[in-house]
Nanobody, 123 residues
Framework: QVQLVESGGGLVQAGGSLRLACLAS????????MGWFRQAPGKERVFVAT????????FYTDAVLGRFTISRDNAKSTVYLQMNSLKPEDTAVYFC????????????????WGQGTQVTVSS
């Protein structure tokens, strides 16, 4: 079983930056692909970014390409989402997710989810 706890959300002005963190429990963090998703008010949860267990493969949704960076520190069992040049449309609850051991990074197929952290971008 994997437990995920997100942190780092908050209120920021448009053009600003935030860094989200997701701390994972368990001893197999380095073998798990991780992802970030977001859910805006009244909308479905959607994929944002993913990273392989080793950190050498990443993929982003077009809406955040060039502005967001996903990274991980396997020694700390933590995955990060650095968000720059934030826009009001980035306002959402951001969720961290983990795959089963050995699963490839991707836009779906995640088995474990955090509770989410709110990001609000004011115009």
């Amino acid at each position: 079983q994997v437990q995920l706890v997100e942190s780092g959300g908050g209120l920021v002005q448009a053009g600003g930056s935030l860094r989200l963190a997701c701390l994972a429990s368990g001893r197999t963090f380095s073998t798990r692909a991780m992802g970030w998703f977001r859910q805006a008010p009244g909308k479905e949860r959607v994929f944002v970014a993913t990273i392989s267990g080793s950190g050498d493969t990443t993929f982003y949704t077009d809406a955040v390409l060039g502005r967001f960076t996903i990274s991980r520190d396997n020694a700390k069992s933590t995955v990060y989402l650095q968000m720059n040049s934030l826009k009001p449309e980035d306002t959402a609850v951001y969720f961290c997710a983990a795959k089963h051991n050995g699963g490839p990074p991707g836009t779906s197929g995640y088995s474990y989810w955090g509770q989410g952290t709110q990001v609000t971008v004011s115009s």
